[in-house]
């Protein structure tokens, strides 16, 4: 870890804002203190007893593959956190919306739940396109997004806490991996058709050809939802690249996949690292599909510490014993935790004063389940990146951990 890290992560812990305390760690939550704090100003559905927040995913169409995970995520660290005591007294009750997969869908009903029911945040959203669409809202109406999947950067909102990696988090770190330990010069690059897979695959184009001194040979996206590759895997065999670097995401994953495989492309011919699969599209996918192919995620279900056996505990014991946990949900659970303890700082469920206590860099949570993290003010979180091979069971073998990198959402040259 850098000195600058080391500084960083000395300096919080001597100003620690200690949540996820339900988890059994034996960490004093804040909320088990006495509160007497007064119903916020601002119209908010708080109550003497009660404070209403609100849950919008995909629950219907081809992202519910990724997106369920996530509200199973939020709801278990809602329930913990009620079990605690709650939010300054108050208990959480959640309204929750479907967003089925719709970019316009997530911009209704994210003004459904802040203008009609008033909700005090909304943890929510999954693909770029429904964050964008969903963002103006926000803006206008003054709520507060907690936004949990890793995505392309280039984004910084008041109204948003980005609880997820951005791109130098993932992409540049990534790429900088398979070229170091693969030896890989030549990239095909391949993404489902909107604004995340395109603006990561122009990210890594830069790095790739500025950075590492390699060449694209083949760049493709096709239409979220489609199930035909035929003709990009026919283009990759004859080009014949050292990497294929994927940004494929929600159900086409589990066409892309079962494809490359009936076409004779497998991890023993090819290399392939991929930034949207997780444990969650992998349960549709099947490990035999992907066997020996990368992700480069921050947050793997195999990982092995305290704090993620007691977590992936207890969401079996809420979801059930076959239910998997990826990326994105563990960033899911980061963001009611990460509220609470804003809000508890603040003393008040108002956003601007939930924010600006969120932009002094020492809300930190030492018993994340992927470890260490904290808030940087620019409302994206210090994480460490990781590389996972998938297995024929559905999990992964972390196979490479960076160190604590610190968010950058506008890296220089990349833009």
Known sequence: MSDKSDNQRSWGRRKVVRALGALPLGVILAS?????????????AVTDDTVTVGILHSLTGTMAISETGAQEAEKLAIKQINESGGILGRQIKIIQEDGASDW???????????VNDKVAAVFGCWTSASRKAALPVFEKENGLLYYPTFYEGLEQSKNVIYTGQEATQQI???????????GAKTFYLIGSDYIWPRTSMKIARKHIENVLGG???????????????GSVINKIRLKKPDV????????????WFKQLKAAGINSKKQTLLTISV?????????????????SIMKYFQSQDNPNNVAFVKAFKEMWGDDSVIGDVTQAAYLGPWLWKAAVEKAGTFDV???VKASEEGDIELTTAPEGYVKLHPNHHLWSKARVGMWKKDGQAEVVYTSELIE????????Q
């Open 244 to 255: 294929i670097y994927a940004a494929v995401v929600g159900g086409s994953n589990v066409a």
């Open 352 to 354: 601007d004063a939930v």
């Open 104 to 114: 316009p869908t997530f911009a209704e009903k994210s003004r459904k739940l802040l």
């Open 278 to 294: 997780t444990e969650d599209e992998v349960l549709g996918i099947g490990g035999e599909n992907l066997e020996g192919f990368y």
């Open 172 to 182: 540049l770190d990534g790429l900088n991996w398979v070229a170091k330990e693969k």
């Open 32 to 44: 088990q203190l006495s509160w007497a704090a007064p119903a916020t100003s601002t119209g908010q």
């Open 215 to 229: 060449k694209v040979v083949g760049e493709e996206y096709k239409p979220l939802g489609d199930t035909q590759f």
């Open 407 to 414: 968010p950058d959402p506008f890296p220089e040259g990349y």
